[in-house]
């Protein structure tokens, strides 16, 4: 056996490890939910899951022409993004910015996993991940506890990116990435709920109000949505 293989084989065998702790990680988040004070224990990752919402909202509302006003992050995991002007698309636009927020945690967490395809790619994307929350908190973060809890989640995965050793960089910007993807299955009787929040809708009786099909049809529609990101990001990012 020649040096290429057995390094190869050595790879391969660090992905398969790897894969089974994020799998781990995974049962083991879905139980913490079920069992009390887990929700604590998850409380960081359900901060930043919070960010990926309410920036999934912001964001997509500035590609369809409105402009992202701020976004406010409370204490108890809660959140709301505010934005201003008429959109692309008129009633599929503001559907489209309703529904950018259940799926921005997948949608990043999906990235974040084919980020770790690499060494190299998962420490960039820890530094971009770090500076784009600290960034965010200049531009548009704008409650007191969202400034504090995200100029400290930036600063903790900006360390990791400059800081951490490779192995675990790559590990924590996987499982960085499947909590995203599984946080949606977390609140998922908020895709099931017609209203919710100060708004008075959620963001699926939004879509319904926008699109016609009840809210349940784009709730399922989301969490199934959910799931595929996370196993094609996985299947992708562990394909030899």
Not at 56 to 64: D, E, K, R, V
């Amino acid at each position: 056996m020649d040096f290429q293989s057995l390094e190869t084989k050595l790879n391969n065998s660090v992905d398969r490890i790897g894969i089974w702790w994020l799998i781990g990680a995974a049962a083991v988040t879905i139980v913490l939910w079920q069992v009390p004070y887990g929700d604590y224990i998850l409380y960081p990752f359900s901060i930043l899951a919070t960010w990926f919402h309410e920036m999934g909202h912001g964001l997509a509302a500035i590609l369809l022409g409105g402009d992202f006003q701020q976004l406010q992050i409370y204490a108890d995991g809660s959140g709301v993004a505010y934005h201003s002007g008429s959109l692309f698309l008129g009633p599929i636009g503001r559907a489209l910015v309703s529904a950018a927020g259940p799926m921005g945690p997948p949608i990043a967490g999906a990235i974040l996993i084919l980020a770790s395809r690499s060494f190299k790619s998962a420490s960039i994307s820890l530094k971009i991940l770090g500076g784009f929350l600290l960034f965010s908190v200049l531009i548009w973060v704008r409650s007191l506890f969202g400034i504090v809890a995200i100029i400290l989640l930036g600063l903790i995965i900006l360390g990791i990116g400059f800081k951490g050793n490779r192995w675990f960089q790559g590990f924590s910007i996987q499982f960085l990435g499947v909590q995203a993807c599984i946080s949606t299955y977390h609140q998922l009787d908020y895709l099931f709920t017609r209203t919710a929040g100060p708004l008075g809708l959620s963001d699926t009786g939004q879509i319904q109000r926008q699109l016609f099909l009840p809210y349940w049809f784009w709730g399922g529609l989301m969490a199934v949505a959910s799931l595929v990101l996370l196993i094609q990001s996985l299947r992708i990012a562990y394909k030899q």
